[in-house]
């Protein structure tokens, strides 16, 4: 077992890695008690060859050979279960990296069921029994035990093999470019950006008054910016119940914020609660066309609910018939806003889902479509065939 723990190891190990046609990638991190994920180890493994980990928590070494061996778009970057990967990459890295696969998606699609765990992956194609034991330990504690960086290792490891079935089956059924769809969206900055202003949307408040919204906005920005700055978790800097008090009854002052449920003493009584009623009065000063407003789900009328089940059954159809996991190919709001409108803007009604689902869902929708027993088993069947 390799660790890397210098920058000379490291900048060798990434000119090797940087000639092969893909590596498999993994990380271990903390993020209990930080804003931001932790990075902890980074794990790499060549087509062949021994694995090796690299230790971000080293003194003095300096990840830019790393980085830009994510970012050299002539070397195929595999992961499992990416979007975590990502995210921290793109923090650490301001980019992220490209082209990749991602073998949970890819697993998806070649009908292994929603989100598979790594686990249960290797145990299918591999036939290997990995140990679990090392997982949730605390990555960021050195020295590192053997058992740990074995764990740490074979996450690579058997990813290498993984990948290659996977790929085949995608080859053999022509679903390649499906999986690519999928990874554009896991490789667009939009997806990690986190946007302080619209950090009000997950806090939730009962009222209808704008000037609450107002208020909201302005102390969730506040709250996620100060988050950010510390990097500690959103509620270790004030709790959402606090948030949301200070929406409908705004403090104007030192005293008033004292007085806010489960406000901290010490933003209560310092400069940061200063800042705070700061940005609450000029939320308040706001014109109310400038107010957020929050975005109403639209119920379904009564009458479109046989029509939803009748959705949901033809998913299942398909789904079974395509061997695609059903939550890959539309999610329970996709079906609703289907239900209610023949444009909706979804995934559904796009790429490679609107040929496995979407368009035979708009045919049983106006009738083109039925479903129906045939020895016991629900099928969809073309009425004009």
């Given at each position: 077992m390799t660790i890397i723990t210098d920058t000379h190891a490291l900048t060798a190990l990434c000119d090797t890695l940087s000639k092969e046609a893909y590596i498999t990638v993994d990380t271990e991190f903390l993020r209990d008690r930080t804003y931001y994920p932790k990075l902890c180890l980074i794990q790499v493994a060549p087509p062949h060859g021994s694995p090796a980990a690299i230790d971000p928590l080293a003194k003095g070494i300096d990840?830019?050979?790393?980085?830009?061996?994510?970012?050299?778009?002539?070397?195929?970057?595999?992961?499992?279960?990416?979007?975590?990967?990502?995210?921290?990459?793109?923090?650490?890295?301001?980019?992220?990296?490209?082209?990749?696969?991602?073998?949970?998606?890819?697993?998806?699609?070649?009908?292994?069921?929603?989100?598979?765990?790594?686990?249960?992956?290797?145990?299918d194609i591999c036939n290997t029994v990995l140990d679990k034991g090392p997982?949730?330990?605390?990555?960021?504690?050195?020295p590192l035990s053997d058992k740990?960086?074995?764990?740490?290792?074979?996450?690579?490891?058997?990813?290498?093999?993984?990948?290659?079935?996977?790929?085949?089956?995608?080859?053999?059924?022509?679903?390649?470019?499906?999986?690519?769809?999928?990874?554009?969206?896991?490789?667009?900055?939009?997806?990690?950006?986190?946007?302080?202003?619209?950090?009000?949307?997950?806090?939730?408040?009962?009222?209808?008054?704008?000037?609450?919204?107002?208020?909201?906005?302005?102390?969730?920005?506040?709250?996620?910016?100060?988050?950010?700055?510390?990097?500690?978790?959103?509620?270790?800097?004030?709790?959402?119940?606090?948030?949301?008090?200070?929406a409908i009854h705004p403090p104007s002052s030192v005293a008033d914020l004292k007085k806010v449920r489960n406000m901290p003493p010490d933003i209560s009584q310092s400069a940061q609660g200063e800042a705070l009623l700061k940005a609450i009065a000029e939320a308040n000063e706001s014109p109310k066309s400038q107010c957020p407003v929050p975005q109403k789900k639209e119920k379904m009328p009564q009458e479109l609910k046989p029509v939803l089940e009748m959705l949901k059954m033809l998913l299942r159809i398909k789904s079974a018939e395509s061997d695609v996991a059903a939550k890959l190919i539309a999610s329970s709001s996709d079906l609703q806003e289907l239900a209610m409108r023949d444009d909706a803007d979804i995934a559904a009604l796009k790429g490679w889902r609107y040929e496995v689902f979407g368009k035979d869902a708009l045919d049983l929708k106006h009738g083109r479509i039925a479903l129906g027993l045939d020895n016991g088993h629900i099928q969809a069947s073309r009425l004009d065939d």
């Open positions: 990840l830019s050979a790393f980085w830009a061996l994510m970012a050299n778009e002539d070397v195929l970057k595999i992961f499992h279960a990416a979007r975590q990967d990502m995210e921290i990459f793109y923090y650490e890295m301001k980019s992220l990296p490209r082209p990749i696969f991602d073998t949970q998606v890819a697993a998806m699609v070649c009908g292994y069921g929603e989100q598979i765990g790594y686990h249960n992956l290797v145990s997982q949730f330990t605390d990555w960021s504690r050195r740990q960086l074995r764990y740490a290792l074979d996450d690579v490891t058997y990813l290498r093999d993984a990948y290659l079935y996977l790929n085949e089956t995608l080859e053999k059924t022509g679903r390649t470019d499906w999986v690519k769809q999928e990874m554009d969206v896991l490789t667009s900055p939009e997806t990690y950006q986190n946007n302080p202003a619209d950090s009000w949307e997950r806090i939730k408040v009962r009222s209808q008054k704008p000037r609450v919204y107002c208020v909201l906005q302005a102390v969730a920005a506040w709250r996620e910016t100060e988050a950010q700055r510390r990097n500690v978790p959103r509620n270790r800097v004030i709790r959402d119940d606090a948030l949301a008090d200070m």
